[in-house]
């Protein structure tokens, strides 16, 4: 248990300066970029789904906050709302970055999650748009509901104190998850064999698929710190990574339940995400993407 304590730090000590650059350059390019992102969204019209499939591959959960925001305030569409959501990949990004995870492998990963989410989110606003659903997902004309509402990102404390400040919160976050979440994996291969843990999740289509987009809805940057773990420790499979990350949309989802009133909306938009999830992941696993 020692050894597993030991390794589980020095592994995670090895991957700190890389996180805080990382993250450093992100809070950066995020500040930047914010904004304008979500006034592009808000003004994309039919092409929303298009605009939210690209811009949520941005890491960090703020643009899907802001995503939740906007649709609650019915500046954008459903379909818009779910590429976002889709598309958004939490902390992976910084954990691939930071363990030198070949750029082949990050790029099929981000570009296969924005596909899927761009053709998702048209797929959506088409249904609605031949079943005459509005917002609420009921038939009838559209209300105009508040929208004061938009994300500053307090949701998520992500923009407190600075650029320096928020990348330094950022790593401490997640290198106490990673270290956690190694350390419980190190103690798993000890007790009961890594090719016997990894059978449980990475050869079970479906089953496999199912539990990894049920991690994803987890409200919390645990959630995707916690699949990309899994994937990179050989424990889960390419197709139920990305079944777990087209869920995983950070606090997103969890903004949406907070802002929205519709309840039985909100669970229904859940319930769509992760069938969106599970399907993703099933297509990638046949396509043995990453074989």
Not at 80 to 92: C, G, N, W
Not at 215 to 232: D, E, F, K, M, R
Request: glycine share 10%.
């Amino acid at each position: 248990m020692l050894d597993c304590f030991t390794d589980a730090l020095l592994d995670s000590f090895k991957i700190l300066p890389f996180l805080f650059l990382t993250y450093l350059v992100m809070e950066y390019l995020e500040s930047r970029t914010e904004e304008g992102s979500a006034r592009l969204v808000r003004k994309a019209g039919r092409f929303g789904p298009l605009w939210g499939g690209l811009l949520g591959v941005v890491p960090q959960c703020g643009f899907s906050t802001a995503g939740a925001n906007l649709y609650a305030g019915r500046v954008i569409s459903v379909g818009t709302m779910m590429s976002v959501f889709l598309s958004t990949s939490d902390e992976m990004l910084p954990i691939l970055i930071s363990t030198a995870t070949p750029v082949s492998v990050m790029v099929k990963i981000v570009t296969v999650k924005a596909m899927f989410a761009v053709i998702a989110g048209f797929a959506i606003d088409a249904f609605c748009r031949r079943k005459h659903i509005t917002h609420t997902g009921q038939p009838g004309d559209e209300e105009d509901l508040d929208i004061e509402r938009l994300c500053e990102k307090e949701e998520c404390g992500c923009a407190e104190g600075g650029i320096i400040s928020s990348a330094v919160k950022h790593t401490v976050h997640i290198i106490l998850f990673i270290f956690a979440i190694t350390f419980v994996l190190n103690l798993a291969f000890l007790f009961i064999g890594e090719d016997r843990l990894a059978a449980v999740l990475r050869d079970k289509v479906l089953i496999g698929e199912m539990i990894a987009a049920l991690i994803g809805l987890i409200p919390n940057c645990g959630a995707s710190v916690l699949l990309t773990q899994l994937y990179l420790g050989g424990v889960m499979n390419a197709g139920q990574l990305i079944a777990g990350l087209l869920t995983g949309a950070g606090v997103g989802l969890l903004v949406l339940f907070r802002v929205n009133p519709d309840m039985k909306e909100n669970l229904r938009i859940a319930g769509l995400l992760y069938i969106c999830g599970v399907a993703g992941g099933l297509m990638i696993h046949a396509a043995t993407l990453f074989a």
